[in-house]
């Protein structure tokens, strides 16, 4: 254990101590942060970072050393998909910066609140190719909601404090500011302003009633109303509410990916999730739809397929705090821009009468029978990874946080286990970012102490960021980790073997290592899981483990993904087996 | 039991265009590309071109021309901006430009609106009296010359540049320099006041 280990320091606090005023740059930088909350960073030290770090020995706000920036960026990213605050990450500059990058981008592309704060070399070097400088506002400008450059040890306090601001405004996501060196070892007195959005950021909250009225007549005049749900309703808290109105109203509940655990999935209402390995019966019913309420998703042609054959029947009533994603991928007939708590408050309202539905949700049910998510489990057989993931969910709480890696692994972590509650999934949707899982579960175990955290990875993912495990090691967190071990980067393989006519190039890993000796040598408890036989057993045993547990589940590698939809494709056209792709 | 093959299962009769639009598979509708003048009051700050640039480079809008300059506010700063795009496009542009933080306002001019271009043209120096001649027709003037050269300023509309620029090749033309179209809205109407 480091000396300053990172657990929760409240009761040591002195209650309302008088603040020491600020005398530096970085000093104003930690102040902000303060003010704002924060009680976790994650980071690496480095040369131009260091006088924040500096700074930071004296403050109540913990530090997570991590193994590499960009997990550094991901457990923040996860600290805020759950806490629904803004995660903070710190880096040096020029490498620091940079690998925190692919963690800025994946934030960006599911809007999670991230605050990332970089080191830069002394300003008089900038542009000069100093050592370790990049030009990090540059890189970083196309994937955050904005990246301020400190220009002045009497502002930086400024900068951070509407950086966090911004980062929790609104449509959330990720900002960056960057911290010369000069500027955070400066002189200042100048006490940071309270985190405010800058003038030019609106933030819309409710939605122009008018365009509610209407949109509430089309959605009680349908034959066939889906809700389709996405991770914006999570961040607006409105899980609630969306229960809600769909229950009041008896509309089916199609959530996307990333809005898993905004609707109950064992609710009769809830078709789970629909798109390219979503759910035959929430696929058919978006092909099929006459009338879709979609709340904060942004059609992401992961979700749509082709969006020639994207629910054309169906009225589009497009709820969004961004006014951005109307009528981006497709058009919104009904354009209602604002939070999504206060506009399914306002159509609550606004409903006329429940849509006479009936007929519709018998098929939906049909669907259902016709469709079911299983799988067969033949004894001769090797172990099939839905299995582990099924038996897990059903020996967890509900309110079990599932973090996941990229790949065949998350599509059966998202299609096995029975998801209730929301900010208890924690993934990489957009950008899909192979490695997020590993310290993506460090961010949520430090947000949700008191939650159990579970990461499904898969093998060529848990390699791309094991060195996390010496940090849950550190911190003693008590994750289980399962690794679904195929022996391959299984999405690529069953690409190769479904559209590249089985020319497996690159996708096949002829050895890698044993997963639970490697979890012993980081000091972790390791498992092994190779059959029917102790499924059951080996979870309960990780699970009782107070600590960070890695199961390396060797399951069967001939095991695909299906449903599927492939790339650019018709919802309802799905394959349900390899066959089925030949058809479609 | 599993349900009906993808060729066996029911399926919706309607389609949408490129555009996410529902469309009568009858006649589709397509919207063709048209030019746009986008005005933007921007906060006038390191790094704020670069950040409206890689906005339209990084979202493939059709840009023509890109101009900036101050304003009567030392804080504000102004860009034109011509894009090409179809009519789903243009507007996309305008909510994703206005979503940049240091971007204050944004509006589409109209069509009538005042928009002026300036161009400078270098010709050989052998005729000055001829491309002093071509110069008046357009409204233009000598602004330099040598022995070998004439530089002649001409500004307008894009279409008189272009017709301009048509007329001095005949003296050789060694060197152009366009500014791209600056525009403001005709009558007391500006970006920041509906009239």
Redesign the interface.
Known sequence: MSERASVPKEEEAEPETEQEPVTTGAQSVIRALENAGTDYVFGVQGGAIMPVYDALYDSDINHVTMAHEQGASHAADAYGVVTGDPGVCFATSGPGATNLVTGIADANMDSDPVIALTGQVPTEFVGNDAFQETDT??IT??IT??SY?AADSDTVGDNVSEAFA?ADAGRQGPTLVDLPKDVTQGDTEVEPGAPET?E??DVPEEADDENVQEAAEALAEADRPVILSGGGVIKADASNALREFAKEYEIPVITTMPGIGSFPEDHELSLEWAGMHGT?YAN?AI??TDCMLAIGTR?DDRLTGG????????EVIHVDI???E??????ADYPLIGDARNVLRQLFDAMPRAPDADEWRDQCQT?K???PMDYDTPDDEPLKPQCVVEQFSEMTPDDTIVCTGVGQHQMWASQFWEYTEPRTWVSSHGLGTMGYGVPAAIGAKLAAPDQEVVCFDGDGSFLMTVQGLSVAVREQLDITYVVLNNEAVGMVRQWQDGFYEGRRMASEYPWIPQFDKLAEAFGARGFTLESYDNVEETIQEAREYDGPSVIDAHIDPGENVFPMVPSGG?N?????NED?LD?? | MPGPAPDERMRPKGRRNTQGIRVDPEAEVTHEPRQAVLSALVKHRPGVLSEVSALFSRRQFNIESLTVGPTVDDDTARMTILIEEPEPGIDQAKKQLRKLVPVVSVRELEGEAVRRELALVKVSGEKPDDVNAVADMYDGQAVDASTDSVTVEITGSKQKIDAAIEAFKQFDVQEIVRTGAAALERGPKTLEKDV
């Open positions: 506002v540059g400008q196309p909601k904005e450059f911004l800058p030019t950021y035959g058919m092909s099929n059609f969006v020639d054959s994207f629910a054309p029947d169906a961004d006014p951005a109307i009528s981006k991928n497709v058009y669907w029978d016709e469709y018709d309802g056209q799905f394959a349900l089925h058809m479609i």
